[in-house]
């Protein structure tokens, strides 16, 4: 009896901690970039990527990935947790090369071997140079997360969209996801995994950026219709939606007032950190969502995806 006691004792529940508190609360440091995209290392108060919290358990061990946007943000945040869950990691990235530098940096801290490829997504002809990178460098491709993201700065009136940031947007945000699919595909197997990035604003658009709210309506269409395909060839793909996230597209996107409150707008009254996306990606892209085929999984701090 006084064994199974103090057996009992050792394995008492770590103490619970309130959601709402888990992570930094507005304001934030008024601060804005000018250059698109953002640059990570520029932010005034940088971004939870989960470099001194994410445990990996090895759910990816001997696998490779292929994540675009993968420099900063949410993407720097599924490179890490792959990495440490036993996956090799290569990342598609417009120009932000300090950041993509600490990426691979983190990567090979994790034991991982690490590939880095810089270029406009928006090209087809990229793409698959992206593509032909990571075979040639890895062999193979087991998980593609199409994560990059063009979004512009705030328009005043729906006439400031113009025809230009339109076809921009499209061509990173979605054109890019087809070409990227299709040159990756001669190099999956039955049990890769595809999972997309859209957001919370397919579901709840705001007006002043309604071309990137666009263009993640279009991925979660993408998303389920490609599912039902792909999976007569075992392969499942899947979606993460996020909602407000603490990213380098957030200073870029909006005036330093906004930034300085941004996260207000969920029910938690705070941003969410890419550290809290990453076990999502690990999960979509591990044996553990086997059954798992054509969804959105949400991690949206309480905005609701209807």
Known sequence: MAKESQEHEEQQPAALQDPRQAHEQPPFPAQEQHRHPGLEAE??????????SYKGHGRL?????????????????????????????AIAYLDE???AEETLRVVKAAGRKA??????????AH?????????????????????????????????DITRER??????????????????ALPHMKPGATIINTASIQAYNPSPSI??????????????????????????RVNCVA????????????????KVKEFGKQSPMKRAGQPVELAPAFVFLASDESSYVVGEVLGVTGGGLLA
């Open 43 to 52: 932010m005034r108060q940088k971004p939870d990527f989960g470099e001194d």
């Open 61 to 89: 061990v001997g696998k490779v990935a292929l994540i675009t946007g993968g420099d900063s943000g949410i993407g720097r945040a599924v490179a890490l947790a792959y990495a440490r869950e036993g996956a090799d990691v």
């Open 97 to 99: 090369h300090p950041d």
């Open 115 to 124: 590939l880095k490829i810089a270029g406009d997504l928006s090209e087809d």
């Open 127 to 159: 793409c698959k140079q992206v593509v032909d990178a990571v075979v040639k460098g890895f062999g193979r491709i087991d998980i593609l997360v199409n994560n990059a993201a063009h979004q512009d700065r705030e328009a005043e009136k729906f006439e």
């Open 166 to 183: 339109l076809e921009r947007t499209f061509k990173t945000n979605i054109l890019a996801m087809f070409s990227l699919v299709r040159y």
């Open 210 to 235: 309604l071309d990137y709210a666009s263009t993640k309506g279009a991925i979660v269409t993408f998303t389920k219709g490609l599912s039902q395909e792909l999976i007569e060839r075992g392969i």
């Open 242 to 257: 996020p909602g407000p996230i603490w990213t380098p597209l957030i200073p870029q996107s909006f005036p330093a007032e």
